[in-house]
C-alpha cells in the first residue's frame, strides 16, 4: 500500500509555501489573524443558483461554500474567500523560515501539500517545495498506491470543507456590512478587496448583532461574449470602479 506509487512528502522548511501569497481562511481563522496584526483580504466570485444541477458533485461542493445573492433578475451563488496576506512573505513566517505560531496555524497550512478541493489531483510539480521534499527518508505518506488518503491528512482536509460550509453566509453577510457587492465570475476571475483591519473587525460585529440588511450583487469579467451571456441571463455587470481590483482566472 506504501510501495511504488505512493506520494510522500517531508516539510524541508524552504519557506517557498509561506511567501507570495493569500492564505484561505475560515472565518475564526481570519480574526484570529487580524488579531495578531494581520491583514486580511477577501475574494469573491459569483456562478448562478441552479437547483437542477444540486445532484452534481461539482455543483454542490461549490454552492455548499456560497451563499445565496440577487443580481439583477438572477439568483447567484456568491463565495466569499478570506485569506490572510503573506506579501512578500507571511507575517507569522519567523528566523530560518519557522513558523510562529505553528501550534495554531490555520487549517490550509496543516493541510499544505494536499488539496482541500476534492476535484484538484495534487500535483507535486505544481507545488513550489524542492524536490527534496518527495524523496526524503523521513517522508510521510500522504496518498497511498490504493489512492487512500493518509488518515489524518483526510480529517483535515474535511475540517476545512466543513467550516468553508458553516461560514458561508455569514462571510457574506460581513462582505454586505462592508459595503463590498461585486463579485468575479467562477472560471473567470475574482474581485480582492484589501479592507481596512478595523472595518473588517467593525464588520464582524455588525453581522453577529444581526444589522445586516442584503444587497444586490453585481459581475464584473473578462471577454465581451461573457458579458453578452451574463446580461441575457438579467444578471446585472458593473460598470464602475470601486475598492475591488479583478484578478483574471489563472494569475
Given at each position: 500500500m506504501y510501495g511504488a506509487g505512493a506520494v510522500k512528502f517531508a516539510c524541508?522548511?524552504?519557506?517557498?509555501c509561506c511567501r507570495g501569497r493569500f492564505v484561505p481562511l475560515t472565518q475564526d481563522?481570519?480574526?484570529?489573524?487580524?488579531?495578531?496584526?494581520?491583514?486580511?483580504g477577501i475574494l469573491l466570485e459569483a456562478f448562478l443558483v441552479e437547483p437542477a444541477r444540486s445532484?452534481?458533485?461539482r455543483y454542490a461542493h461549490d454552492s455548499g461554500r456560497a451563499g445565496i445573492g440577487r443580481s439583477g433578475y438572477a439568483d447567484l451563488n456568491v463565495i466569499a474567500i478570506f485569506a490572510g496576506v503573506a506579501q512578500p512573505q507571511c507575517p507569522n513566517l519567523g528566523a530560518n523560515n519557522r513558523c510562529s505560531i505553528y501550534a495554531e496555524r490555520p487549517l490550509v497550512c496543516r493541510i499544505y501539500p494536499m488539496e482541500i478541493n476534492p476535484f484538484i489531483q495534487l500535483n507535486p510539480s505544481a507545488k513550489?517545495?524542492?524536490?527534496?521534499?518527495?524523496?526524503?527518508?523521513?517522508?510521510?505518506?500522504?496518498?497511498?498506491?490504493?489512492r487512500r488518503v493518509n488518515p489524518e491528512f483526510a480529517t483535515l482536509i474535511e475540517d476545512s470543507r466543513e467550516a468553508d460550509r458553516r461560514d458561508a453566509a455569514s462571510k457574506l453577510s460581513i462582505c454586505?456590512?462592508?459595503?463590498?457587492?461585486?463579485?468575479g465570475w467562477k472560471g473567470n476571475g475574482l474581485t480582492l478587496y484589501l479592507p481596512e483591519?478595523?472595518?473588517?473587525?467593525?464588520?464582524?460585529?455588525a453581522v453577529a448583532q444581526r444589522s445586516v440588511i442584503a444587497s444586490q450583487w453585481t459581475v464584473q469579467v473578462q471577454g465581451t461574449a461573457l458579458e453578452d451571456s451574463l446580461q441575457r441571463r438579467g444578471i446585472r455587470l458593473n460598470d464602475t470602479a470601486g475598492e475591488h481590483v479583478f484578478v483574471p482566472a489563472g494569475q
Open positions: 524541508v522548511g524552504c519557506g517557498a481563522e481570519a480574526f484570529a489573524w487580524l488579531a495578531r496584526g494581520g491583514e486580511v445532484h452534481e458533485p513550489d517545495c524542492p524536490p527534496e521534499s518527495w524523496s526524503s527518508a523521513d517522508s510521510e505518506v500522504l496518498i497511498a498506491t490504493d454586505q456590512a462592508l459595503g463590498y457587492s461585486v463579485a483591519r478595523q472595518r473588517l473587525v467593525e464588520a464582524y460585529s
